[in-house]
């Protein structure tokens, strides 16, 4: 961690919710940053976030905002970036290195080489791999980053020092940083990410949908809980993912189908060998990974 | 709770894993039980068992274990009900009262009414839904059914007192009892419990199974981690539990995958709000029931 000689005057942090609010208060803690600017669409947010000082200052696409800024961190839900980029391509200076955390990186960077043409130098694209179903300024907490994965996926026209600024700033929220092409993270993430969110929405639907859906769920116990936990998450910001990456999510989505089927297959035989087969190689993959 | 007048002198546990393991704890900790006899077919369960405190004795199917035994509670895996029943069968005094911890319900009824014919009176089927992903004595813990629910599937067969004694056991347990008929329960756990195990252990399989899983998983996150954590349970008792409650799971499993090709033709069609507003629905009928 470069975190001896890192310092950054300015942040303007657009979005100050769960990941703006938490980057902006994981580098506050770590002394890193002396200032920080918060953009919002959402008066509200923005006063939430000055009370709890997660932000500093209250400010807007004008040059008073953006004048001598360091660092810009876009982390709206991806469907706000065109406009964000766009509202403030004029504003940014030589100088300020700009980058996002949205989940979804191949989109991102088309909106940023429409908007941000003129500064593509110094955007460097990026996706914290953490988050908790809650969101807004009062979800935010410095150690979301802590032991987490960002993955940047770096541009050809980027400059060394703005990957590398970038880079540092999330080494000190704690944060694992790789780089990956943008086309693999999308496909990645769809996998371990989107598709799981879109089956315990599914699940969830599934079951309110019903007459007697309340009764059915109240006989759910822990396990349920837990895989429908990110059920709760922003329907927004998860539509716009969707919308963002649907060619990589339909694609895991049918591969999931198929597998099911396969199971309803075995299920529907009676085949215990064979089904206790799976359960036993999912729970050695997973124990793996942990 | 009935805890005043109520003491049990002698409880066996049969299978002294995270469920029995935890019952017993929970009874010795409310000073409700005076001794613990614990049977497995796994000796070294039971050695561990015994040197961890959640059993007192080491029994097998023998007159000395069941001898003035006022409780018997089956929390192996369903699989193995039928042997066990069947070995316990000549041993069960008049007074004694058995229950089980089974997550279906249908069939160890009909295992009882095969092997326990002669003692139906006193054999009251139950189901503590809680649980973790982890077995064995050691993961075992006394507050493990707090606020928890247990359902009871009483038979018309059984006696107002073994009912009672059942009920008020798991109450001391933290437990908050209810009673359903057995197939409705079969039918209920399928959906909030069987299917989505199932589907955890589906989705952890599909990416295990390629060749780069390690990789695709270590791109995951906390959404993931939780989704997934079902799919760390012990595989031959969901293979049991499958294989027992498998029309009802089959069903189950038959309306997501229709709920799935919805979704995915949504995803296809790139129908934003359709999508919100399945996220939406799915996340207020999760706040509501939490």
Same mark, same amino acid.
């Given at each position: 961690?470069?975190?001896?000689?890192?310092?950054?005057?300015?942040?303007?942090?657009?979005?100050?919710?769960?990941?703006?609010?938490?980057?902006?208060?994981?580098?506050?803690?770590?002394?890193?940053?002396?200032?920080?600017?918060?953009?919002?669409?959402?008066?509200?947010?923005?006063?939430?976030?000055?009370?709890?000082?997660?932000?500093?200052?209250? !400010?807007?696409?004008?040059?008073?905002?953006?004048? !001598?800024?360091?660092?810009?961190?876009?982390?709206?839900?991806?469907?706000?970036?065109?406009?964000?980029?766009?509202?403030?391509?004029?504003?940014?200076?030589?100088?300020?290195?700009?980058?996002?955390?949205?989940?979804?990186?191949?989109?991102?960077?088309? %909106?940023?080489?429409?908007?941000?043409?003129?500064?593509?130098?110094?955007?460097?694209?990026?996706?914290?791999?953490? !988050?908790?179903?809650?969101?807004?300024?009062?979800?935010?907490?410095?150690?979301?980053?802590?032991?987490?994965?960002?993955?940047?996926?770096?541009?050809?026209?980027?400059?060394?020092?703005?990957?590398? %600024?970038?880079?540092?700033?999330?080494?000190?929220?704690?944060?694992?940083?790789?780089? %990956?092409?943008?086309?693999?993270?999308?496909?990645? %993430?769809?996998?371990?990410?989107?598709?799981?969110?879109?089956?315990?929405?599914?699940?969830?639907?599934?079951?309110?949908?019903?007459?007697?859906?309340?009764?059915?769920?109240?006989?759910?116990?822990?396990?349920?809980?837990?895989?429908?936990?990110?059920?709760?998450?922003?329907?927004?910001?998860?539509?716009?993912?969707?919308?963002?990456?649907?060619?990589?999510?339909?694609?895991?989505?049918?591969?999931?189908?198929?597998?099911?089927?396969?199971?309803?297959?075995?299920?529907?035989?009676?085949?215990?060998?064979?089904?206790?087969?799976?359960?036993?190689?999912?729970?050695?993959?997973?124990?793996?990974?942990?």
């Amino acid at each position: 961690m470069q975190t001896q000689s890192f310092r950054i005057s300015k942040l303007v942090v657009i979005g100050a919710g769960l990941i703006g609010g938490s980057f902006a208060l994981a580098l506050k803690r770590a002394g890193a940053v002396a200032e920080v600017v918060g953009i919002s669409r959402k008066p509200g947010t923005l006063l939430q976030a000055k009370q709890l000082g997660v932000i500093d200052h209250i !400010g807007g696409y004008d040059e008073a905002s953006f004048s !001598g800024a360091d660092l810009v961190l876009v982390a709206t839900p991806v469907g706000q970036m065109g406009k964000v980029f766009s509202a403030m391509a004029p504003l940014l200076s030589a100088k300020t290195v700009v980058t996002d955390g949205g989940s979804t990186k191949q989109d991102v960077i088309a %909106l940023a080489r429409t908007h941000l043409a003129a500064h593509l130098s110094r955007f460097v694209p990026g996706h914290p791999i953490a !988050g908790t179903e809650r969101n807004g300024p009062d979800a935010a907490f410095p150690d979301l980053f802590k032991d987490r994965r960002f993955v940047m996926t770096p541009l050809p026209d980027n400059t060394r020092s703005a990957v590398e %600024l970038v880079r540092a700033a999330w080494e000190i929220c704690g944060a694992k940083v790789s780089e %990956l092409q943008a086309d693999e993270h999308d496909a990645l %993430l769809a996998a371990v990410s989107h598709l799981p969110h879109l089956l315990a929405f599914a699940l969830v639907d599934e079951f309110a949908g019903r007459h007697n859906g309340q009764r059915i769920l109240s006989f759910s116990g822990g396990g349920f809980r837990d895989f429908t936990r990110i059920a709760s998450s922003n329907p927004e910001m998860w539509r716009d993912i969707f919308l963002s990456n649907r060619e990589a999510v339909s694609a895991e989505l049918k591969l999931y189908r198929d597998k099911l089927e396969a199971v309803q297959q075995l299920l529907d035989a009676g085949d215990g060998p064979a089904l206790e087969a799976v359960f036993e190689r999912s729970r050695m993959a997973r124990e793996r990974w942990l």
